[in-house]
């Protein structure tokens, strides 16, 4: 759907030029402008970072292209994770989990839910925190330092992308004006001639900035804004496995410790407590 409203936007803006009888060849003819205004943004772009943030954007400029992946189902199934490795540490100790958390595809207990076990970074997060408490008998104050540390550490890195493209979106107006007073000094070479060809030139010159300002706060604002609400609700995944944990470490019961991660998520992700109940009576643990 992110597509089909950014093509809307073309749709209703040109749509609406024309039928107020605007000339839309006057705005796809001029290709100069296009040069100008997306050449220039672009290399703007590469100028502005390395290539390893560079490259770390280009991994994060499809996101939201691809779909709602943090859904009441995505936190449901990582919840049933959490109350079934709790189980178990409870009966039998914090070594079952050892070969587990060492290599979760082989996992009896990870195997089950394949969401959580593709999202290699939140499987990472939990496994080592995990870890953590089985290989290196930590407190669970320690435990929450740690976890807190790698949060901290995502939420940084996770800003790099729409921050990026924010800033692209503030630069992009201007470079519309550079082709604007280019197009300007163009049509002033020509004042002396025939008044249609003095129209297009100063009509070129206005499709630059009209192209500059579209594409800001049109396009790149909204891509901007759609990947940083999706990292704000990656993060809430994160801070959801990250309270289930640190309660069950500090002395919750398995299903208390589950509880109070299903109240950390967002109202219109959260699985109600019924449903979490009728789920979690699902699990046979080991």
């Not at 104050?141 to 807190?148: F, G, K, L, R, S």
């Not at 509880?259 to 080991?286: M, V």
Request: net charge negative; proline share 5%.
């Amino acid at each position: 759907m992110t597509i089909v409203f950014l093509v809307l936007v073309a749709v209703c803006i040109f749509g609406g030029f024309m039928l107020e009888g605007g000339p839309i060849f006057a705005i796809v003819s001029v290709w100069q402008e296009y040069i100008i205004i997306f050449g220039g943004g672009a290399f703007i772009f590469l100028a502005m970072m390395p290539s390893k943030v560079l490259q770390h954007i280009m991994m994060n400029i499809s996101v939201p292209f691809k779909g709602d992946q943090y859904t009441k189902s995505t936190y449901l199934e990582a919840l049933k994770l959490m109350y079934e490795s709790f189980i178990n540490l409870k009966r039998s100790g914090l070594l079952s989990l050892e070969k587990d958390v060492s290599n979760p595809a082989e996992s009896t207990i990870f195997t089950k839910y394949p969401t959580f076990l593709g999202n290699h970074h939140a499987l990472d997060f939990y496994c080592d925190s995990l870890k953590l408490v089985i290989n290196y008998n930590s407190k669970p104050e320690d435990v929450e330092q740690a976890m807190n540390a790698e949060l901290d550490a995502h939420h940084a890195e996770a800003a790099i992308a729409p921050g990026a493209i924010n800033r692209l979106a503030d630069a992009m107006p201007a470079v519309g004006i550079v082709a604007a007073v280019l197009g300007v000094i163009i049509a002033m070479a020509h004042i002396d001639g025939p008044p249609a060809e003095l129209g297009h030139k100063v009509s070129a010159a206005l499709t630059g900035t009209l192209l500059g300002i579209l594409c800001a706060y049109g396009y790149y604002q909204p891509i901007a804004q759609h990947i940083d609400y999706i990292n704000h609700d990656e993060s809430q995944y994160y801070q959801c496995l990250k309270e289930g944990l640190i309660s069950y470490l500090g002395g919750a019961e398995p299903m208390a410790a589950v509880e109070i991660a299903r109240r950390t998520i967002h109202s219109y992700n959260r699985p109600s407590s019924l449903e979490l109940e009728d789920a979690l009576g699902e699990i046979k643990p080991r």
